[in-house]
């Protein structure tokens, strides 16, 4: 589904994303993780077609990104950044109404289906209850569900998440990821989401990616790439993986009084 041939993006002749590659096929749920500064959001915003690679190739179903219209880009990709801001103090219903908006002909109206649409999603995430409330009295669970709820209703097959869980608490984290979940399997999406949560990517995706200096240190199935020396080493600290007891996946886990290298 989505081809990434030895891509490289910069900011002011900053070098930030160095011939990262990689192949994503459909129904995947990846796990992106990796130290702070090395790409991650970047290289999500490119997948979105937000962001254009200065070298590479990003193929969407053997197409390159850039062939494909921002409107039809909206109609396969959502993307639920890592921080959304909104000028006005929208309704709930209203924001994530605008999930339909690449669906709209010239001066056409939403319709009574997009309108049920975003009821039956807000449903489906236990949310109908605050679908009448403003943005500024969300908590912040509630507003990132919303984001979800607003990416569902786009009905695109892939969905970007860029920490979908961060600033949240273990309940709503864990809850995130589990509706991440849900849509990988029953709704058949190809979902990609940052984290800096290890053990929760480790969790629920099937695959993860490591990114070190703007490309990718490894890209395997979550018990290939969740190993002690490969993780020591990307992340400068000493770790060991260990099996979660309730679950049975890999999870990290670390010494605190151990001192990181530089």
């Known amino acids: 589904m989505l081809k990434i041939s030895d891509i490289y993006f910069g900011y002011n002749s900053k070098p930030v994303l160095r011939g990262l590659s990689c192949e994503i096929k459909s129904n995947d749920f990846v796990g992106i993780i990796g130290p702070n500064g090395v790409g991650k959001s970047t290289f999500i915003k490119c997948l979105s077609g937000f962001l254009s690679q200065d070298k590479g190739s990003i193929l969407l179903n053997n197409i390159p990104l850039q062939k494909y219209s921002k409107l039809q880009l909206a109609q396969r990709i959502s993307l639920v950044a890592q921080q959304s801001y909104y000028e006005f103090d929208f309704k709930v219903h209203q924001i994530v109404l605008m999930g339909r908006f690449p669906y709209l002909k010239f001066w056409q109206s939403y319709s009574r289906k ?149």
């Open 114 to 262: 997009d309108k049920l649409r975003v009821y039956k999603v807000l449903a489906e995430l236990d949310i109908s209850h605050i679908a009448d409330r403003k943005l500024s009295e969300l908590s912040g669970g509630e507003f990132q569900l919303v984001m979800i709820a607003r990416a569902l209703v786009q009905e695109t097959d892939i969905l970007l998440f860029d920490e979908p869980a961060s600033h949240l608490d273990i309940h709503h984290q864990i809850r995130i990821f589990s509706i991440l979940k849900k849509m990988n399997i029953q709704a058949n999406k190809t979902i990609i989401a940052v984290s800096h949560n290890i053990n929760l990517a480790a969790e629920y995706c099937d695959k993860i990616l490591v990114m070190k200096n703007g490309t990718h240190a490894y890209f395997d199935k979550v018990e290939e790439v969740m190993q002690s020396d490969k993780l020591s080493q990307v992340f400068h600290t000493p770790v060991k993986i260990a099996t979660n007891p309730f679950t049975g996946k890999p999870m990290l886990t670390y010494n605190y009084h151990s001192t990181p290298k530089d």
